[in-house]
């Protein structure tokens, strides 16, 4: 029984579809930050001639109120200018980063809509649970996390930093242009250096996330059971159904002997009841088959209506696995069929 009880096994795919509606998915923060970052990166590289742009024009503005009295209109028309242009300058950048964002959450999770997390759930409100969340094994999981990442970032970046400045002994020589673009070249490896640990870092936090994920959703083997039950119905259930089932076929099979025109069997064994309408089938069909006593209750049907009895071991068993009750006897069992119909109707004075 414990070993029921025992998360041994993998969520199903109910499970997680379930936990998915909760809006319970694996999402990495960390990966989500780093997928802004790159987008903030690069929509603030390609936005530089802009922002350039909008900030030399702000710049001749100012310029050209040299001179001139700051009154309260004058006074809120810097106000307006000032932060449109600001607005221009921002807009594009806080939009990047805004789809950036909802694109990382979606390659992690995939598409999702659900309110369910926005429903209130008083249950949060309890003080004792939420102080025991506080201090609780995951938290603590997730502050050594934060602070070990913090200290990589910080001690790579102390290492470079430290490298640079034994050049500054030599870079305050160059003239201001070389020194700038000197600047601008240890910028770039630094950053370059950073976002190479953040993806090493989002990588790693997004691996760790889905593994404790799964490993939350695992199940029992009861609850295994409990959710196929649910899916699919109790097996007694279903095992009921089909025998139900089985004993109405049955039933409408023993309704069509007294159409069939011969019933072949084992003797003992099988019997399998054919029937032939020249006129309404290309072939003789199949109409009722079965073993032992099925086979026993054929044959008694047949003898209460005078249909004719024939004991033909081979071709019994070859119909009773050939043909299912309704079919059209195979191509290759025809000329057997057809020589003890002819059999019988001779026997019994017929025409076809």
Partial sequence: ?????????????KKIEDARKEGNVPKSQDTSAFVTLVVALGAFLALLPWIKARTIFLYHYYQSLIGIEITKEVTFQ????????????????????????????????????????????????????????????????????????????????YVFLWEFTKELPTVIYFPLYDQLAWLKEKMIILAAVI????????????????????????????????????????????AKIRQIQMQMTRKRMMQEIPQADVVITNPTHYAVAIRYHQDKEAAPKVIAKGTDLVALRIK??????????????????ELYKKCAIGDIIPENLYKAVAEVLAFVYKSSNKMR
């Fill in 78 to 157: 810097i106000s307006m200018i000032s932060f449109r242009e600001i607005i221009f300058m921002v807009i594009p950048l806080a939009l990047a980063v805004a789809i950036a964002g909802v694109l990382a959450n979606v390659m992690q999770t995939g598409f999702l809509f659900t309110t369910k997390p926005l429903m209130p759930n008083f249950g949060k409100l309890d003080p004792i649970k939420g102080f025991k969340n506080l201090f609780s094994l995951k938290k603590l999981v997730e502050t050594v996390k934060t602070l070990l990442k913090v200290s990589v970032v910080m001690g790579v970046a």
């Fill in 300 to 317: 008694e049907i047949a003898m209460n209506y005078n249909i004719q009895i024939v004991e033909n071991p081979p071709l019994a068993r």
């Fill in 195 to 238: 976002l190479i640990i953040f993806l090493v870092l989002a990588l790693a936090d997004l691996l760790f996330v889905r593994y404790n994920y799964f490993k939350d959703l695992r199940m029992s083997k009861q609850e295994v059971k409990d959710e196929y039950k649910q899916m699919e119905g109790d097996p007694k259930i279903k």
């Fill in 1 to 13: 029984m414990a070993d029921d009880q025992e998360k041994t096994e993998e969520a199903t795919s």
